[in-house]
Structure formats: C-alpha cells, structure tokens
C-alpha cells in the first residue's frame, strides 16, 4: 500500500512538471488503493466482485475497465476536474511493477557487496617487469 501511494505521488510529480494539463490537487490515497486493485486482480484474477453491490465481475475485469478508464481520463481529461488522474495510473503501474518484480532490492543490494568486496586481480604480461617469474 505504501510502496503504491509513493509510486502514486512519483508519477504526479513526474508529469505536473513538464504538463501544464496534469496538475491537480493530490490529496487521498485512491492511488494507492487502485494499486492494490491491481495487485487483486494479479494474484486472484478469477475471483468474483460485485461493483456497488449489484454487478458481479471478475478481479481481471475489473482491473482492466479501472485502468482503462483511469488512462483514457489521463491523456483526455486532465485538467478539465480536480482528479489526480496520474496518481490512479501511476499507483496501478507500480503496483503491477512491485508484484512482477520488476526491481528486487535484496539481489540488487547482494551484487553490490559482491562488487565492493571482490578481490581484485591484475592479469600480468610476460613481457611486463613486474612478472614475478622471471
């Protein structure tokens, strides 16, 4: 959730800078919480849901019309309301990045000390004075 709601701000941030049309207020959690609707709709995407109580879909379905419309409202809509229409796709984007994997800190962090502790070799020429076997 938390990880979701940074990526959220990240991408607002990311795009009010350059786009004038995407600034808006950013006060909420719904990017965050449409990263965990992508998250559902990854590990459990056969699971039935019911919109307002009455409709029943599936997590995968709900997923897709979610962002869909979220996107389509990114690149038509912004500006024209108060809706942080970034932070929507931006919470769905590192929510599905987080569950694929797409950055694993402990690997990364692991061939780091690697690198730092390695030992280092100097591979020697014959023709170099140093060789030791002379």
């Not at 070799?121 to 060789?131: A, N, Q």
Request: charged share 15%.
């Amino acid at each position: 959730y938390f990880i979701c709601g940074i990526g959220a701000a990240l991408m607002t941030i990311l795009l009010a800078v350059p786009f004038v049309a995407f600034r808006a207020p950013t006060i909420g959690a719904s990017g965050a919480v449409l990263g965990l609707l992508m998250a559902f709709g990854y590990l459990w995407p056969s699971r039935t849901l019911l919109i307002w109580g009455i409709f029943p879909m599936r997590a995968w379905t709900m997923v897709l019309v979610f962002g869909g419309l979220n996107l389509y409202s990114l690149i038509f809509a912004s500006g024209r309301g108060n809706i942080a229409y970034a932070a929507h796709v931006g919470g769905m984007v590192v929510g599905y990045l987080y569950l694929k994997r797409a950055w694993r800190l402990r690997p990364f962090l692991a061939h780091l000390r690697w690198r730092i502790r390695r030992r280092r070799f100097r591979v020697m020429d014959r023709r170099d004075d140093d060789f030791p076997f002379h």
